[in-house]
Structure formats: C-alpha cells, structure tokens
C-alpha cells in the first residue's frame, strides 16, 4: 500500500511539472514567445499577433474590462457589447420598476433612440502592455523593509506613469505580477457612455438561478448586450445625448458553425484573481478554517434575505443583485472544499514542496537563500490563522449588514467636516449623498435589523470576547443575552435607518444631523465595534501580512529559478489574460460521464411552470416546439451552452470564447461544480469552464426577441471559408 501510495505520489509529481496544457491565464504580449506552439499543436490556425499587436488592430482591441468586475467583447463595427446577462444585472435592475420590469420581462432596444444610458458603467481597453520591472524595481535593495521598498516602488511608478507615452484621453496603470517580481504598464482607454441594447428575461439570461449556478449540465442564455457611445471624435466622452455609436479599432467575427468535442477554444478576458502559488498552510487554512467560516456566515445572511425577497415583490427587485452575488461565493466556497478534499490539493503541494526543498538543499548558493523559506512560511501561516478568521468575520458581517456602511459614510461626511478644507467637505457631500442615495433605493430597514440580530449573533458567540467591543459585549448583557431585544433596540433608536429623512438633511445643512448621530447610542455602539477591531486585530494583522507578502514574493522569485522545468504564469489580477484549451466533456464522479454540450431541450426538461428559477418563457416553448431555430440550430436542436478546459477565474465572466480562427463562438460564464478550487488548485481532469454558445445568443436575439436589426449589425461568418 504505501509503495503504491509513492509511486501515485511520483506520478502526480512528474505530471503537475510538466508542462500541462490548458493550465494557465496567460499575458497577451508574450504568447509567440512563451505558447504560440503549444495552442497551434492544439488546432490554433491564427498567429499569436493576430491576438496581441500594438501597431494594427488584432483581437485584444475588441476586449474590453466591463465596469471593472467582468469582460465584455466587441461584436460590431458600431460599437455593441457582448457581455453576461448577471455582469449587466445592476444596471437592467435599476432602469426596472413594478410595471416596466426588465428584470421579469427582458427589454430589448428597437433603435438607437431607446437605447438606455447608464451613468456610472464604464468599459475600458487595453492599448498597449510594456514591461516596466526595471524601472520600477530601480533603488529596490534585499535589505530593506517591506515599507522602504513600497515607498521607492511607488516613487519610481509615479515618475514612470508621468512620463509614459499615451493619448490625452489615454491613462496608466502599472501592476505587480509573480507577488512584485515583476511589472507590467498598461496603457488604457475608458469609455463612460454605456448604453443598455438588450437583455433576455431572467427566465432565459439566469434560467436555473442559483440551483443551477456553478453547475454542469447548464442552460442558461446568460448574455445582455451594450452599446459604446463616443464623442463625434470617436473619443471617450462623458454621457451626452450627441454622442455617436462608438467604431472599434476591430470587432468579432462571428461563427455559426459552433464547435465540437477537441476543438481548440481560447477565452479572452480579465481574470480577477488566482492563488495558484501559495503554500500548502495557505491551502489547508482555506479549506478548513477560511471556507467554512465564510460558508456558514453568508447560510444565515441568505436565509433572512430570501425569506424577506419570498414575502415581498418590492424587496425582491431591491435585493435581487445582492442576493445573487451573496449567494454566488457562498455556493463556490463550498465546491472549492470539495474539490481541495477530493484532488488532494494539501498533500499535492506538500508533495511540491518537498520536491522544491530537495532541489535546493542541493544547492549551496540556493540553500543559503531559500533553504528556510518554507518553515518560514509555514510559521507565519500559524500566525496569521486566526487574525486572518477575525478579519473575515468582521468584513462578512460588517458588509451584510448595512447599518455599519451607512454610518461609515456618515462619520466620513463629519469627519470631512470638521477636520477638511471647505472643498473636501463640499466634495465628500457629493460623493456620500451620491452613495447614500443609491444605498437607501435598495435597502429595508426591517431586513437590516434581522440580518444585524442574526449575524451579531454569531460575531459575538463565536469568537473570543478578548478581541470583541466592550460597548457590544455591555450591550448584549444588558439585552440579557437576547439578540432580537437588542436590535429592535438599535434599529428602533436610530435615524440612520430612515433614508428619505437622512438624505432630506444631506440636501439642506447636515451638520445638526451629522452631530445628533455621532453622539447616539447606536453610532457609538458602530464605532466601538469597528475601533476594537482596528485595535485588536487589524494592526497586528498588517504586520504579519507584510512578512507574509515579504516571504510570499521570495518564495515566488525561487520557485521561477528552482522549478525550471515548470511553466509558470503570473497569478490573475484583473489584467487582460488569454486562457486556451479545448471543448471536452470529463468523468464527473463514478459512473457519471459530461457531454460537453446541451440543448434547449434540456431547458424543456428543467422546465417547471411558474417556478421561481426554472420557468420558461411561453415564446420559448413555442419556438422550441416548432423547431423554428433558423439558421443557428443545428442537425433540428438547438444548442445552448458547452464546456472546455479554459482556465478561467471570477472576472472571466462575460469574456468571449473563440475558435481556432478567432472567431467568436461562445460567451464565458462560470465553472463547473467539481474544478471550482482552479483558483488555488488546477486539475486538468476535472476543471471546466462554461459558456453560453453563440448561436443559443443569436437565437434568442433574433428568434425570440424579434431584435434582427442588432443580427445585422453583426458579421457572421462560417470558419472554413475565413
Ligand atoms: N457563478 C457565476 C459567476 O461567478 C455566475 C454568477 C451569476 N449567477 C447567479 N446565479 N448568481 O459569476
Ligand atoms: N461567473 C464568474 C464571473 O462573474 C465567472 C465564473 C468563474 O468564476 O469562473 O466572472
């Protein structure tokens, strides 16, 4: 048994050291030199410059970063976006009301004119990507501290940000890659005219909701589409009804020809982050201690949520978005245990580790630098548990609960007040009542409360008083113990909670409200709270995270030289990545096997009248029943969603899936259930990522919504005769 259990050991060893295709979410900018190969050995037929080329127009121009937390990708020389319905889900929730709900209903502009603007959404290109490591490290010494060296860092980044080559209507960003060892420049261009085109009904664009979510075999249309509006220029300009449909640098073409079971796909997008290079402590705190805390905090946060949205339309639209990206981590964090547990993550990595450990006790030099780097990590590790637990507590409770972001919002606008100048407070007025109001659109007080009585709850009992506020642990005596009694006393005593008075005072002069509330009871409660956190556990906490950050970026560096056999890309951070792979069923568990596509008609076999997640809409069943697929069914079905080996993360969503040409034919979306800890613990086997096929999109756009004009827009084409 334990020469088998070595010899499985081994075996894993040598495969996670090869290079292992799929794996990876890597830089545009060096695919010819680093996987060119390796993607057309995969069935690629494009050039890595088709994909990344700053001097004419190649793929990268027609990705944009959609409002920050999701992808979005060009679809026609007049500027429409292709995104995901649940990226476009806030900004369709807040043009919905009672009658016109486009949430329920959909809403599909008929030309330019009905399209609807949106002020705060934004989407952002990418123009150019410059390695700027040596400038930025520049001055950077081994001896100093973690301060020293980030003040130098951001001297030098500023300085390299100030002279960067770029447009006016140009920015730059500069981000760390491998834990800082090194530094990209990235040179973008932002676009705030973002037009809502159209958006299928829930029922199509989130069929399954959270049943279905993180879930294979999938059926959901999950896609809305945008419209960039530009200046006459064709520059980025703020919202004017002059402005004019945006004509892109290059747009996708579009395949209806679909794709099968081996054929190579590339996911081109803006991962949001990855954790791919951590120690094994890292992985057995996450799967443990991190995950479950997390889990069971958010069970009892949606409970109340959804048994308020069940009892009440009104609070069902106002928390609808906030429930489903609750909801939406929460189920994650469960599959990403199961996963850990059943590849084995802990004992695979240690596996690493003490292949790495050999590899430089074998070596002088290396030995003398990297020789206690593990223990190192490990010790720092058991520090940092049980601060890093106090923090998640704090944030998940603190961020629920919304009293707590109404009163910081609030001691900031005092704050700004007394100790700012006369235009920080003017200012800060803006930006808080700007807050405040879109706050208060979806916010209940009632809810509130119970989700305060609840959580507080578990914030007080399970952790050790000796880090907790002394004015809450008074306080919940004082109620004697009853957590009901207390909230009905904090909400009932506070003003906070009534958004059209706060926000009458915050037209007017708010200073005597601003007092009356810092002095309340219940703001002193608040402050307590979030000063006995600070004190108690953030201070220590950024201590031991910056040698943790210290001994992270060495271990990264040593792992680059000692593992040379290994390909190696940087953890996602927001960035534009390309991701490849191929469209592949897999084993699921004993005795169940994936297909990688399905059709409408298991839309049809989910269908449940009336229900709340599996309704379908009548003219769906209609079409579905006539066969009416048009040009974009195939052999009398209709496809509606397949999955591939694509590497992708949170921020992926929305990103468009290509084929061997480059052709757009399919719409990233999520993750299968069983490959979830990819974030932390890729398994080839077993992680998959899902999307919407484009043909399911054309389909419901044209077929359904009777939206043929956007069709027309688009340039469809048919691979073969590229
Ligand atoms: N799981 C996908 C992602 O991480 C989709 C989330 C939206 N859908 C939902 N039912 N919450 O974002
Ligand atoms: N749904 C995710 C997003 O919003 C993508 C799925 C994933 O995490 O892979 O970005």
Redesign the pocket.
């Known amino acids: 048994m334990r020469i088998l259990r070595s010899f499985v050991l081994i075996i894993t060893l040598v495969f996670s050291f090869q290079a292992i295709a799929n794996e990876g979410m890597w830089l545009p900018q060096l695919l010819e030199r680093l996987n060119e190969k390796e993607m057309k050995s995969l069935g690629m037929k494009i050039s890595a410059r088709d994909i990344y080329n700053v001097n004419s127009g190649s793929l990268k121009d027609a990705i944009v970063s959609f409002n920050g937390n ?1 992808t979005g990708s060009i679809i026609s020389t007049k500027g429409l976006v292709l995104t ?1 319905h ?2 476009g889900f806030d900004v369709i929730q807040n043009h919905s009301t009672l009658d016109k709900n486009y949430i329920r209903d959909g809403f599909w502009a008929n030309n330019l004119s009905e399209e609807l603007a949106n002020p705060k959404l934004y989407v952002t290109f990418i123009v150019r990507i410059d390695d700027v490591t040596k400038q930025v490290l520049t001055g950077v010494t081994a001896e100093m501290t973690e301060r020293e060296r980030q003040s130098i860092i951001d001297k030098n980044m500023n300085e390299i940000g100030k002279t960067a080559k770029k447009e006016t209507s140009q920015d730059v960003m500069i981000k760390g890659f491998f834990e800082a060892n090194q530094y990209y420049l990235f040179v973008t261009e932002t676009y705030r005219d973002v037009r809502l085109v159209g958006a299928p009904p829930s029922s199509i664009g989130n069929f399954g909701k959270d049943t279905d979510n993180w879930m294979w075999p999938r059926h959901t249309g999950d896609f809305s589409i945008f419209r960039i509006y530009a200046g006459k220029d064709n520059k980025p300009a703020p919202y004017s009804a002059d402005n004019v449909p945006y004509v892109p640098k290059k747009s996708l073409p579009i395949s209806i020809d679909g794709v099968a079971e081996g054929d190579f796909t590339l996911v081109f997008g803006f991962p ?1 982050k990855t954790m791919e290079y951590t120690h094994s402590a890292f992985i057995q705190q996450t799967l443990n201690v991190v995950d479950p805390a997390k889990v069971a905090i958010r069970t009892k946060a949606l409970f109340v949520i959804d048994s308020f949205m069940r009892k009440d339309e009104q609070i069902k639209i106002k928390y609808a978005a906030k429930y489903a990206n609750v909801s939406n981590a929460w189920k ?1 964090w469960q599959g990403e245990i199961l996963g850990l547990n059943r590849t084995n993550a802990v004992n695979q990595r240690r596996a690493y580790e003490a292949e790495f450990q050999k590899r430089v006790n074998a070596n002088p030099v290396w030995k003398s630098q990297y020789g206690q780097l593990l223990p190192d990590l490990e010790a720092v590790y058991s520090e940092i548990g049980p601060l890093g637990l106090a923090r998640d507590y704090f944030t998940e409770i603190t961020n629920r609960v919304e009293l707590f972001a109404i009163h910081r919002r609030l001691s900031a606008l005092r704050n700004a007040r007394i100790n700012g100048g006369k235009n920080d407070y003017s200012q800060a007025l803006i930006n808080i009542k700007d807050t405040l109001t879109d706050l208060y659109a979806e916010y209940n007080p009632a809810l509130d409360r119970r989700l305060f009585e609840v959580l507080i709850e578990m914030y007080v009992s399970d952790q050790d008083g000796k880090i907790l506020s002394p004015v809450l642990l008074e306080r919940v005596r004082a109620a004697g113990n009853d957590y009901k009694k207390l909230a009905t006393e904090i909400y009932g005593g506070s003003e906070m909670t009534a958004g059209p008075k706060v926000l009458a005072a915050l037209e007017k002069d708010p200073t005597d409200m601003l007092e009356r509330i810092q002095n309340d009871k219940v703001s002193l409660l608040i402050a307590d709270i979030v000063d006995s956190y600070n004190k108690n556990t953030t201070a220590r906490l950024n201590e031991v995270q910056s040698k943790l950050n210290q001994l992270q970026r060495t271990y990264m560096r040593a792992q680059l030289e000692v593992m040379k056999e290994k390909k190696f890309y940087p953890d996602g951070n927001s960035t534009l990545r390309v991701t490849y792979g191929s469209v592949r069923g897999m084993a699921a568990r004993d005795g169940v096997k994936y297909d990688p596509y399905t059709y409408l008609d298991g839309v049809m076999e989910k269908y449940v009248p009336g229900d709340y997640e599996f309704d379908v809409p009548k003219r769906l069943q209609q079409l579905y029943r006539n066969k009416e697929f048009g040009q974009y069914g195939k052999n009398g079905k209709m496809p509606v969603c397949f999955i591939g080996t694509n590497h ?6 929305g990103s468009p899936a290509l084929d061997a040409y480059g052709n757009l034919v399919g719409l ?4 299968a259930w069983e490959g979830v800890m990819s974030d932390i613990h890729y398994d080839p086997s077993i992680c998959r ?1 899902i999307m919407v096929d484009v043909r399911y999109v054309l389909f419901i756009v044209d077929k359904y919504a009777g939206a043929g004009h956007l069709v027309k827009e688009m340039k469809l084409v048919h691979p073969k005769v590229r």
Not at 648 to 653: D, E, Q, R, V
Not at 668 to 671: A, C, G, K, L, Q
Request: net charge positive; charged share 20%; aromatic share 6%.
């Open positions: 999701c995901n649940h990226c949001g994650k992708t993360t949170g921020g992926n969503s990233n979306f999520d993750r990522n």
